[in-house]
């Protein structure tokens, strides 16, 4: 009995080991796992066991052991002692994971953050959110839509962080999980693209960007590359390689665990489709346009700069954090930090079409651009947004479109309602009802 016990624990050991070389090498685990462990501590003050068993709860992330150093702000990790990988925290940047040729001592630009200080109250001031009572929601079913988005007492399936739902500029209910509140700081990965898809809005708006322009790739010029507009790249419709895969070694995943400039992996990828005519999600793109951003500046510390003074804090979202990479560029694909009720703040700005309590951000015309659907997409996807069109939730208007990111963050903005809805969580689409979610607070708006 003892032998065959343990022939069947070598042979999970085996299993384990061929699959983790086969999709998940270890440097790849304690790569993701230190990234995690250093932005959900450093940014959000989150204890490393709550985030071990939370954010890191992925797969056979659990096999690497973090190390905290709160003096240098970093932290260490290995798997099973083995390759072992740093993340660093630094002021205005958030974090980086960073490998051995990485000179943490060198000194380095940080954007310059301005402060609205009103006397408005939420979402165009610092003061708390008006109570507000309409005659036509029906706030038990509300509250029914919104709770039942959250695990009950010993579950954990639906593993809801928080939900906010906005109507007519006023908060009607905002609901978060254990150990979350107002003031947590929660990733939106990829919700980021639709942050750097605005930058873009922004500097049309201002006259310094024709999206509709060839990108400016120095690579691309001698070959059939040339074509690709950064309007292709905005719709993810550029015709170049990608396999964005988090379930195994991919492009996406050895960009951001490996790449020490993420601007440029998506730069050397062949065409292996038409532009225009050939969509496929890709977070190098989105990192791709960060590098574009970086062109429209004279200087480093100008395209820092502009992220935050003509969009992340002209809206308040002052908790905003985007992260770079190794490079200094921003990691335009995936990695944002706000609160939720920041969140929800830009959410309101594309709901106003670009107007901020008066001031136009973006045009009009670039919420509809944004919103509508892009060659191949099946009516799912815009301009760096995620569409309603074809029906993705059949209970939620079709006008509704969506900043999503991994593990089910989301802000949805619905035209036609009136409405924000934001939930943050660790469960995607197939665990997680999000069609029921939207269908009941829509439901609670009395025709």
Known sequence: MKKIFKILCFSVVLLLGYYLYTNYPLDLISGFSAKSVASGHFIDQRP???????DNDVSVIFLATNKIDEKE??????VFGLKERKAIYREGLGVTLINDDFDITKPYLVPKRTKLNTNLSFPYGNEQPKDTVFANIDYSKLKTAVTNAFDKKGENDKRTRAVLVIYKDRIISEQYGTGFDKNSKILGWSMTKSITATCFGILQKQ?????MKRAPIDEWAKDERSKITINDLLHMN?????????????????????????SKTQINKPLVGKPNASWNYSSGTSNLLS???RKQFKTHQEYLDFWYSD??????????????????????????????????????LYLHKGNWNGEQLFDESWAKYVATPTNGSNGKYGAHFWLNAGGYFPDAPRDLYSANGYQGQKVFIIPSQDLVVVRMGLTEDEKFDFNGLLKGIVGSLKK
Not at 238 to 258: H, I, N, P, R
């Open 238 to 262: 550029s015709g170049l390689e990608w396999v964005e895969d988090y379930s195994k070694l991919s492009d996406a995943t050895k960009m951001l665990f490996y790449d020490t400039d993420m």
């Open 73 to 78: 702000k970093l932290v260490t990790t290995s």
């Open 207 to 211: 006259g310094k960007m024709n999206i």
């Open 48 to 54: 490393q066991e709550m985030i071990e068993n939370g």
């Open 311 to 348: 969009l992340i804090d002209k809206i308040g979202m002052h908790s905003m954090l985007v992260e770079t990479d190794m490079a200094g560029n921003y990691v335009g694909s995936s990695y944002s930090w706000a609160t939720t009720r920041d969140w929800a703040k830009f959410g309101l």
């Open 291 to 293: 590098g574009i951003l």
